[in-house]
């Protein structure tokens, strides 16, 4: 079993940065692929960015790309989604998910999921 809880989440202007935690319970974790996710309101979950178990390889959605880093501590069991030049659009709650099998952005392969960080930017 993985737990999650994500954090850092909060209210930023327009061009502003945030970096969002996702720390893990369960000796497994550092071998699962981790992704981030996010859902703003009214709309479907969308994929982030997703790291693979050992942090050499990621991959950023286009909506992201160049404005979003994926990185991971596994000696901390931690994750982390630096996000800067952040835009209203950004405006979500974010999600960190756990896959132990593939190296996907598709948010069915995700075993474990947190509870989300509420991302609020205003313009």
């Known amino acids: 079993q993985v737990q999650l809880v994500e954090s850092g989440g909060g209210l930023v202007q327009a061009g502003g940065s945030l970096r969002l935690s996702c720390a893990a319970s369960g000796s497994t974790f550092t071998t699962y692929t981790v992704g981030w996710f996010r859902q703003a309101a009214g709309k479907d979950r969308e994929f982030v960015a997703r790291t693979s178990w050992r942090g050499e390889t990621t991959y950023y959605a286009d909506s992201v790309k160049g404005r979003a880093t994926i990185s991971r501590d596994n000696a901390k069991n931690t994750v982390y989604l630096q996000m800067n030049s952040l835009k209203p659009e950004d405006t979500a709650l974010y999600y960190c998910?756990?896959?132990?099998?593939?190296?996907?952005?598709?948010?069915?392969?995700?075993?474990?999921w947190g509870q989300g960080t509420q991302v609020t930017v205003s313009s």
């Open positions: 998910a756990a896959d132990k099998y593939r190296y996907t952005s598709n948010a069915l392969s995700y075993e474990y």
